[in-house]
């Protein structure tokens, strides 16, 4: 049916000619006209909607990027804090978490090998540190293990430069000191406070928001870096159920030097610049001076 009735517009399109074309004329003359009586949906129509599904797509790889980052990041500190062996339940429940999001395993042992200090290809990781003033005048210190130094730094310094943020000695305004976020189990934070006291090198105790939704407030103390480890085992020898998330040696501000943000356009780009600092694998740890 359809092509009888093209074959009458054919004819009907011939004789609706303009007179005296030649033969070559006619015929791009007739094809042009047909092609304004086409049924076919728009090409734009087409256009746009891979446009979208390209656009979505995009968005949720970016999304899958952060989340990896963030697991992967997870499966490091984990490593630096028991180990790599089975036996490091922290390391484990991160590991559990990677492959239900769906991470690649190749991707998972380039993270346990990071914790370690070594790239996914077996080369030492160099240890890299970016101090900076950012938005809202919030000191910064950007600590980074990488295999690529320059490469590593040109990254950074690209997102500093992106959200506002200037290159600029920080790290007076901060005390290197011990670190250990832990669970307090069945415990109490004063039953907490108390033990941590008695434990020489302890120096400061805090509670902090837990590190994942639902889970327990979780506690923050600060140490003599020297003595970061005794105390991490005294806490764990004292009390019953506290589990060690984290023990590092880190940078924390000094008292006086802490400062608000309140301008919300400040804050915005604060967040921003972190979240972009993040996630880059390189980066390991973002210290601030924020109440």
């Not at 390391?91 to 991707?107: F, I, T």
């Not at 430069?161 to 000191?177: D, H, Q």
């Not at 011990?178 to 008695?198: A, H, M, P, Q, W």
């Not at 506290?242 to 023990?247: K, N, T, Y």
Request: glycine letters at 8%.
């Amino acid at each position: 049916m359809q092509s009888i009735s093209r074959l009458m517009l054919w004819h009907r399109l011939r004789s609706l000619s303009p007179i005296g074309l030649t033969t070559p004329q006619l015929l791009v003359h007739t094809r042009t006209c047909m092609a304004f009586f086409s049924s076919s949906s728009l090409l734009q129509s087409g256009h746009n909607r891979w446009s979208k599904i390209r656009h979505d797509k995009g968005r949720n790889d970016a999304n899958k990027g952060v989340e990896f980052s963030r697991l992967s990041q997870d499966i490091c500190t984990a490593v630096k804090g028991g180990g790599p062996g089975p036996d490091n339940l922290r390391l484990s429940a991160a590991l559990v978490a990677a492959k239900k999001a769906g991470m690649s395993k190749e991707k998972m042992e380039a993270a346990v090998k990071r914790g370690q200090g070594v790239s996914a290809s077996g080369a030492a990781l160099e240890s890299v540190q970016i101090e900076c003033m950012g938005p809202g005048s919030v000191a910064m210190i950007i600590e980074c293990q990488t295999d690529n130094k320059l490469g590593c730094l040109a990254r950074v310094k690209l997102i500093l430069r992106k959200y506002g943020a200037t290159v600029t000695p920080t790290s007076y305004l901060f005390t290197r000191r011990g670190i250990i976020r832990l669970s307090t189990g069945d415990n109490s934070y004063d039953t907490l406070l108390e033990s941590s006291i008695e434990i020489d090198g302890t120096e400061d105790i805090n509670e902090i928001e837990p590190e994942e939704k639902g889970s327990k407030v979780g506690v923050e103390v600060t140490t003599d870096p020297a003595k970061t480890v005794a105390v991490a085992d005294g806490l764990k020898s004292r009390l019953s159920g506290v589990e060690i998330l984290r023990s590092s040696i880190g940078w924390v501000p000094n008292g006086e030097t802490l400062v608000s943000v309140d301008d919300e356009k400040a804050s915005e780009g604060l967040i921003k610049l972190i979240n972009a600092l993040e996630e880059m694998s390189d980066v390991s740890e973002v210290y601030t001076n924020i109440k």
